[in-house]
């Protein structure tokens, strides 16, 4: 079982759409990343966030960690075909941070 | 920012070839190191983590004599995949972070493994 759900698993929307990807756990974590992947490289950190109830915004990306540091959610506004990719949240606890099963975006122009 | 450097990128070998995978941190060094694996379309798995100068430690199920991990110094991994097979290909990312647990990591690009 993954240790972080994402959900959801595939989406597929219109250039100017919004949309909101969301990561869920049981455990508690001391930061939550967010990262985009393209086909064939390494995932890029988007945005770390650490205190509960934390927002963070980055241009059209909307970040936001819960209050318990449990669950976190990334909104996208008015989306675009560069943003279509692999969305990743990994939550770090201990010495380690461990991913979800990631969210695959396409915006279509 | 600070850059990790994975090479080779891709890499076609016959069945039984041991393949040498390493990382560098270019502009920082790398007190831990990371090794994932991950399958098409599916997401990152931890395979170890390594410390400079000491063992990796392994997760559950990773075969540490398959998969030699040796981070002799605070810029570069290794990661060996000996006596490579089919089912061994796939894309194998590393990371790596300065100093302690709060700081972020950084990827390289990864290394498409592909086992004839």
């Known amino acids: 079982t993954q240790l972080l759900e994402q959900s959801p698993q595939f989406l597929s929307i219109q250039e100017g759409e919004n949309l909101t990807v969301y990561c869920n756990s049981s455990?508690?974590?001391?930061?939550l990343q967010w990262y985009r992947q393209e086909p064939g490289e390494g995932p890029v950190l988007l945005v770390t966030?650490?205190?509960?109830?934390e927002v963070k915004k980055l241009k059209r990306l909307t970040f936001q960690f819960g209050d318990a540091r449990k669950d976190s959610s990334l909104h996208i506004t008015a989306a675009q075909p560069g943003d279509t990719g692999l969305y990743l949240c990994a939550g770090r606890t201990n010495n380690d941070m461990r991913f979800g099963a990631g969210t695959r975006l396409t915006v279509k122009p | 920012g600070a850059v990790v450097s994975q090479h080779p990128s891709w890499v076609i070998c016959k069945s039984g070839t041991s393949v040498k995978i390493e990382c560098r941190s270019l502009d920082f060094q790398a007190t831990t190191m990371f090794w994932y694996r991950q399958f098409p379309k599916q997401s990152l798995m931890l395979m170890a983590t390594?410390?400079?100068?000491?063992?990796?430690?392994?997760e559950q199920g990773v075969e540490k004599d398959k998969f030699l991990i040796n981070h002799a110094s605070l810029t570069l991994s290794t990661l060996t995949v000996t006596s490579a097979h089919p089912e061994d290909s796939s894309f194998y990312i590393c990371?790596?972070?300065?100093?302690?647990?709060?700081?972020?990591?950084?990827f390289g690009d990864g290394t498409r493994l592909s086992i004839l």
């Open positions: 455990s508690v974590f001391s930061s």
């Open positions: 966030v650490v205190t509960g109830g």
């Open positions: 390594s410390n400079e100068g000491s063992k990796a430690t392994y």
């Open positions: 990371s790596a972070r300065e100093g302690i647990s709060d700081q972020p990591q950084h």
